[in-house]
């Protein structure tokens, strides 16, 4: 590895070797951090602290279609939006660098158990907090996969570096094939659920967070049987929310189909305001799009893509969701003409909680997406049509609870046909949630899709197409990692 080494010294790797040669006076081991069972609380306190999306949502919004330039842009994000990718960009090194910092913490936190030995009535407390533990770094590892990985359903493709261990700086690590970091996933997965307590819990990992993870890692990888099924036993337990609770859950005030999410607090590590609006930064989920709140007046640097936009309709219960209400929108932008000021379309998302503008809990599971998992894994099946067990009757089911009456059902006249249905349904229920980059990339080839602006969002730059095949949907390892690495020079991603 190097991977940025050491990251959990709160620099990268590459500028801590001097610093980590030399035995500092008061180096606090894990035998000395870890001595109690409160220890080992909180450090996994510690680990929930590294996990965020607030990034994987501004680098899906702007590197696909679900935003425009805004009325109040200084410039922000232009080169993401032009499809710019390398392996200086921050994206290439901020997903990179997060996913080992995560690793990294999870991983001391583990080694550090070892020294705790818990009485007989702390054993069930301290399975838990390692159960959830293992279960992380499950999600670390397939996070950065993919991203990193060509195509997770090829198990001899180049992966990412597995790391269940804390290494030494001396220690140069290479790729692992997708199937050997799949390995430790299941063996991770398969050990927390044995230590779990818990079936269900909204913000801390539970039994259900990892048949979660399995259905939609599963379904990356197009094994689309164990999907399905993981799925299926979501859907029992989790139903999908009425229009009013869908609502709600956007202002964190129902959780009925929300099976995993990180919470934010008013005051927390991630209520940031300032520079919010660069790819790397941390903050509020709303700040990715509006400096101050969701009016065409509260510094709307990124609005919703005409696009996207376009696919809306407005008894959809996710049309007010997403689009504020305070819009401006034009009813023949084509041939407006002053398009930037006579269709202002502010994303609402985000509206805020807590009366903290712009900041809300970010949604990682919820049981929509067991239910586009099974539409997906019907599709590929060739079950696109019919009344039940179908692509069709699995997207009619989500229409019904999302419009104000219920809903025709659709008819699709071959495979491609139903699988862009799919990457259009998931492309307005998982708006700005982060999905879109990783479903264009799975899915765009089946679909006969990927990124489409409408020509007046790209006129300004010519950057209206990506096709899905692009390399682009891969990032590159960081140019960091590879100059404290150079054997992975030889193992960078293709197209770059």
Not at 53 to 63: G, K, N
Not at 203 to 226: C, E, H, N, W
Request: include cysteine; glycine fraction near 6%.
């Amino acid at each position: 590895m190097k991977i940025i080494k050491f990251i959990f010294c709160l620099v990268i790797f590459t500028a801590c070797e001097d610093a980590i040669d030399i035995e500092q006076v008061g180096r606090i081991t894990p035998e000395l951090a870890f001595q109690s069972l409160q220890d080992l609380q909180d450090g996994l306190s510690g680990v929930y602290g590294a996990y965020d999306a607030v990034q994987d949502i501004a680098l899906s919004s702007r590197y696909t279609d679900e935003v425009a330039v805004g009325i109040a842009s200084g410039g922000q994000g232009f080169d993401e939006y032009a499809f710019q990718l390398n392996s200086t960009s921050p994206a290439s090194f901020i997903f990179w660098s997060r996913g080992y910092l995560e690793l990294n913490r999870v991983n001391r936190l583990i080694d550090g158990a070892e020294f705790v030995s818990p009485s007989a009535d702390e054993q069930d407390r301290y399975n838990n907090i390692l159960g959830q533990a293992y279960a992380l770094r499950a999600y670390s590892h397939f996070k950065l996969l993919s991203y990193y990985s060509t195509d997770l359903s090829d198990d001899n493709a180049l992966g990412v570096i597995a790391v269940d261990f804390v290494p030494t700086i001396d220690q140069f690590l290479l790729r692992n094939t997708n199937g050997e970091v799949f390995d430790l996933i299941e063996a991770d997965l398969d050990r927390a659920e044995g230590l779990l307590l818990e079936e269900r819990n909204t913000t801390f990992v539970s039994k259900d967070f990892i048949t979660a993870l399995r259905a939609r890692m599963a379904t990356y990888r197009g094994q689309y049987g164990p999907a399905a099924t993981y799925a299926r036993q979501l859907l029992e337990d989790y139903p999908l929310a009425n229009r009013e609770q869908y609502r709600n859950m956007f202002l964190d005030t129902d959780n009925t189909e929300i099976i995993f999410k990180l919470e934010r607090t008013d005051g927390d590590s991630y209520d940031i305001a300032s520079n919010t609006s660069f790819i790397s930064s941390a903050g509020r989920a709303g700040g990715k799009f509006s400096f101050n709140n969701i009016t065409p007046d509260g510094g709307v640097f990124f609005e919703m893509g005409r696009s996207l936009f376009n696919l809306f309709d407005e008894e959809d219960v996710r049309f007010e969701v997403n689009v504020s209400s305070s819009s401006v929108i034009s009813p023949d932008y084509q041939n407006s003409t002053d398009f930037a000021n006579e269709d202002i379309l502010v994303v609402a998302k985000y509206p805020g909680s807590e009366e903290q503008a712009l900041m809300n809990d970010l949604k990682i599971f919820r049981s929509s997406e067991m239910l586009l998992i099974l539409a997906e894994a019907e599709a590929n099946n060739g079950n696109i049509n019919g009344t039940s067990n179908s692509t069709a009757a699995y997207i009619k089911q989500l229409h019904d609870a999302r419009f104000t009456t219920e809903q025709p059902l659709p008819s699709y006249t071959n495979e491609t046909e139903a699988f862009a249905a799919i990457l259009d349904e998931r492309r307005i229920e998982f708006a700005f949630e982060g999905h879109r980059y990783h479903d264009i990339k799975r899915l765009g080839v089946r679909a006969d899709q990927g990124v489409l602006r409408d020509p007046l969002d790209c006129a300004f730059n010519g950057a209206c197409e990506l096709p899905a095949i692009d390399h682009r949907f891969t990032l590159p390892i960081p140019l960091d990692e590879l100059n404290a690495n150079p054997g992975l020079r030889e193992q960078q991603n293709p197209g770059y």
